[in-house]
Structures are given as structure tokens and as C-alpha cells.
């Protein structure tokens, strides 16, 4: 593969974040008497705005702001656990000594994101885009085509590091080259993704010319 700028979502795939994730939607599922299973089978790498509609589709806007603005009180405040990923800063350390760009794109909210980024010591982004960039989130492909233009490049240069399925659907149809940190069951459109990896120590770089050449010696053979 290669390219000139990288993208990354940011839970699941520079942090683990999950237990915390899983905490507060257990909560949510708790007081809204649905499955949990249900819940957490929907929400992950999904707006959590998108994510209140659709298990909330009789309720008011008003309704749904407050729901929003207690569950990312929940998620914000609780960062026990959270931890950069296997590789992460290794991988992000020498992106800025190359001088390769790379942006965060993440479906949280900007207190959400900033308090998950602070407890982990990665480093920080240049470009960030939060739920509040964007009018469409995720599977929208309008996240990783703000994020390509935030670097200055063209979707097609850029390189997104993706663990959901709907943030794999967002970066193919901004026309980026996908990553897959951890397979995924029943992950979509596996002919169009580039790589799938276990973790990002899994990813080695070179860069030559402008360009960055991204090599792994443990992919998984679609």
C-alpha cells in the first residue's frame, strides 16, 4: 500500500476504550428496559446521537438532547481503564518523525475525545474531526472526506485505520484506502478492503518520495 497521509478513528482503534463504552450503554439499555446485547451490537463505532434515534424513534428532539447530554456526561467521566493500543504511539511517533500527516476522526464529542486521548499519552493530533465537524456521521462518508481535506490531500492519498463496521463503510465511500485493526464478524465489503491486521504493531512504514509505503508481515489472506 501506499500513501501520503493517515487517518484514524480513535476507540478500538488507537484506544481501548470499551469496558468504559460498554458501562455507559449498559446504563442506557438499563433505563431504557432494552437488551443490552441489542445496544451494544449497534452503537459501536455509530454517533451516539444516531444511536439514541434509533432506539428512541418516538422520542422528542428534546428528549434525545438530554438523553445525549447524560450518556456523554457518563462516558466522559469515566475513563478507568482506557489505554493506548498495541503499537499506537510506537506508530504515531514515527508518523511525526517522518512528517507524515495523520489526523484523529472520531464519532465521539469533543469532551469525550479529548478526555480518552488525554488518559492514553498519545500524542496530539494536528487535525482532529469530532462529532460536531460534521453534519453526517458514520457509515456517512463525510468524516474521513473532511478528514483527507483537513491534511490537504485527496481521499484517495489517505489511509484510514478503521474497527467498525460502520466506520468501514465511511472511509471506502470516501474513496480511502482501509485498514481493518482487528477482524471483524460479518465485516462488510471484505474484497474492497486493503488490509486487515491484529494490531498496529502489525504495521511497518517507509516513506520515499512524498509517498508513504506501508508494509505487514501478519495479514490476513481474504
Same mark, same amino acid.
Given at each position: 500500500?501506499?500513501?501520503?497521509?493517515?487517518?484514524? *478513528?480513535? *476507540?478500538?482503534? %488507537?484506544?481501548? @476504550?470499551?469496558?468504559? $463504552?460498554?458501562?455507559?450503554?449498559?446504563?442506557?439499555? *438499563? /433505563?431504557?428496559?432494552?437488551?443490552?446485547?441489542?445496544?451494544?451490537?449497534?452503537?459501536?463505532?455509530? !454517533?451516539?446521537?444516531? @444511536? %439514541?434515534?434509533?432506539?428512541?424513534?418516538?422520542?422528542?428532539?428534546?428528549?434525545?438532547?438530554?438523553?445525549?447530554?447524560?450518556?456523554?456526561?457518563?462516558?466522559?467521566?469515566?475513563?478507568?481503564?482506557?489505554?493506548? =493500543?498495541?503499537?499506537?504511539?510506537?506508530?504515531?511517533? /514515527?508518523?511525526?518523525?517522518?512528517?507524515?500527516?495523520?489526523?484523529? $476522526?472520531?464519532?465521539?464529542?469533543?469532551?469525550?475525545?479529548?478526555?480518552?486521548?488525554? $488518559?492514553?499519552?498519545?500524542?496530539? !493530533?494536528?487535525?482532529? $474531526?469530532?462529532?460536531?465537524?460534521?453534519?453526517?456521521?458514520? !457509515?456517512?462518508?463525510?468524516?474521513?472526506? =473532511?478528514?483527507?481535506?483537513?491534511?490537504? =490531500? %485527496?481521499?484517495?492519498?489517505?489511509?484510514?485505520?478503521? *474497527?467498525?463496521?460502520?466506520?468501514?463503510?465511511?472511509? =471506502?465511500?470516501?474513496?480511502?484506502?482501509?485498514?481493518?485493526?482487528?477482524? %471483524?464478524?460479518?465485516?462488510?465489503?471484505?474484497?474492497?478492503?486493503?488490509?486487515?491486521?491484529?494490531?498496529?504493531?502489525?504495521?511497518?512504514?517507509?516513506?520515499?518520495?512524498?509517498?508513504?509505503?506501508?508494509?505487514?508481515?501478519?495479514?490476513?489472506?481474504?
Amino acid at each position: 500500500m501506499k500513501c501520503r497521509g493517515f487517518l484514524f *478513528d480513535l *476507540d478500538g482503534t %488507537l484506544i481501548d @476504550s470499551l469496558p468504559a $463504552v460498554e458501562r455507559a450503554w449498559c446504563q442506557f439499555a *438499563d /433505563k431504557m428496559a432494552i437488551d443490552r446485547n441489542k445496544v451494544l451490537n449497534y452503537v459501536h463505532g455509530t !454517533p451516539a446521537i444516531l @444511536s %439514541l434515534r434509533h432506539f428512541m424513534p418516538d422520542a422528542s428532539e428534546e428528549e434525545i438532547a438530554r438523553t445525549f447530554k447524560w450518556i456523554e456526561k457518563l462516558e466522559t467521566e469515566d475513563t478507568e481503564g482506557i489505554t493506548a =493500543l498495541p503499537g499506537a504511539v510506537a506508530l504515531i511517533d /514515527k508518523l511525526n518523525a517522518l512528517d507524515i500527516p495523520w489526523a484523529i $476522526v472520531t464519532s465521539g464529542t469533543v469532551p469525550l475525545a479529548s478526555a480518552r486521548h488525554k $488518559v492514553t499519552g498519545l500524542p496530539e !493530533p494536528a487535525h482532529w $474531526v469530532t462529532a460536531e465537524s460534521v453534519k453526517n456521521g458514520k !457509515p456517512n462518508p463525510e468524516p474521513y472526506l =473532511l478528514g483527507a481535506q483537513k491534511l490537504g =490531500l %485527496l481521499p484517495e492519498e489517505c489511509v484510514v485505520f478503521e *474497527d467498525a463496521i460502520a466506520g468501514v463503510h465511511a472511509g =471506502l465511500d470516501a474513496g480511502c484506502q482501509v485498514v481493518v485493526v482487528h477482524d %471483524l464478524p460479518d465485516i462488510p465489503r471484505r474484497d474492497e478492503i486493503h488490509l486487515t491486521i491484529n494490531n498496529l504493531e502489525d504495521i511497518e512504514i517507509a516513506k520515499s518520495g512524498g509517498y508513504v509505503s506501508i508494509y505487514t508481515t501478519n495479514q490476513e489472506d481474504y
